[in-house]
């Protein structure tokens, strides 16, 4: 299954996580202008875009971008949606990374979620739903994931899905060595 051909649909009994929406917007300005959010994306790598849009302008032209960048192949941004809510909660991006790193090959996974859902339980539905399939939807031979030192809830949740520490750091594409990432082989 190639991704950037058929994007598939993702359930769980509480979630739905699928291809992001222009119609998506105003749920995503929620996520994305949570200051208490902010601290538990990650923008390693993201030339300096710490994904923090106060706009609904701001939040469209991120859609825009995030929908070009599926058109060419660069990365997938996937809808979180809650169904007890009927709502999207936050957003998963999916993508392969090439480098020199040992993390050549790998799928990296970023998952945010407005920060009422930045909780074990959730977070592991979101992990566990997403993680075993990114190696068949995108051919690596692994996922990363960043978890920060102070996500207590979000270090337990990936640690259940399946995640140990990495002792590697993530080479950046100006050299800087981010570190922080978990895998899943």
């Known amino acids: 299954m190639n991704i950037y051909e058929t994007c ?12 992001l929406q222009h119609t998506d917007c105003d749920d995503l300005l929620t996520v994305y202008s949570d200051k208490n959010a902010l601290p538990f994306f990650n923008s390693d790598n993201c030339d300096g875009d710490n994904f923090y849009y106060a706009t609904k302008e701001r939040m469209a032209e991120a859609i825009d971008f995030w929908k070009l960048s599926y058109d060419n192949g660069w990365f997938v941004r996937l809808s979180i949606v809650d169904k007890t809510v009927s709502g999207v909660i936050g957003t998963a991006e999916l993508c392969l990374r090439v480098s020199e790193d040992e993390f050549n090959h790998m799928g990296i996974l970023r998952a945010d979620v407005r920060s009422d859902y930045e909780q074990q339980d959730m977070l592991y539905d979101i992990f566990s739903l997403i993680a075993p399939k990114l190696q068949q939807m995108s051919g690596c031979k692994g996922v990363i994931t960043k978890v920060p030192i102070y996500a207590a809830e979000r270090m337990t949740a ?12 993530l080479i950046g594409k100006t050299g800087y060595a981010y570190d922080g990432y978990w895998i899943m082989k």
């Open 158 to 169: 990936v640690q259940k899905a399946g995640f140990t520490k990495s002792e590697y750091y």
């Open 8 to 19: 598939p649909v993702l359930e769980s009994e509480r979630f739905v996580i699928r291809l």
